[in-house]
């Protein structure tokens, strides 16, 4: 498990441990050096060893996510085009479609739900990317 704590400054880096025995451990970034914050979490620690701190910004976990929405509409397509679509339908026959589609309703379903998936990560996506951009290169005059 990993402890997020943010800052109001959303572009401010979060640093974060990993939880240890003694419990969860987080020093939040600022204006101070990161690179000081991570030998003061190192210093402060007892004679268990503490694993090296996540240097995390809000961009960054908007990217990370932004991504995973990617692979997920692509999983989400693909499947339901060329694994499920593609063996219910005939380009040449509507009645063996109709009948492929009413042997297999679930398959249909299925299908369906993925395209709905996708469709609902494409506009999370996009306010993601939109976010994305607003932070990078500023708001537009």
């Not at 000081?36 to 210093?43: E, F, L, R, T």
């Not at 007892?46 to 694993?51: D, E, F, I, L, W």
């Not at 339908?89 to 509507?94: S, T, V």
Request: overall charge negative; proline content about 4%.
């Amino acid at each position: 498990h990993i402890n997020n704590r943010t800052t109001a400054n959303e572009e401010s880096p979060v640093l974060c441990t990993m939880a240890t025995k003694q419990g969860y451990q987080s020093v939040l970034g600022g204006d101070s050096d990161p690179q000081q914050q991570v030998s003061n979490v190192d210093a402060s620690s007892s004679s268990t060893a503490q694993p090296p701190a996540l240097l995390v910004t809000k961009t960054q976990q908007w990217s990370l996510a932004a991504g995973i929405l990617y692979l997920v509409i692509i999983v989400c397509g693909m499947t339901a085009e060329v694994g499920i679509r593609g063996s219910l339908l005939n380009f040449q026959d509507a009645a063996i479609t109709v009948e492929n589609i009413q042997a297999h309703p679930q398959w249909f379903r299925s299908a369906l739900l993925l395209d709905l998936t996708m469709s609902c990560s494409d506009v999370v996506l996009s306010f993601l990317l939109g976010s994305i951009l607003v932070v990078a290169g500023g708001r537009p005059h």
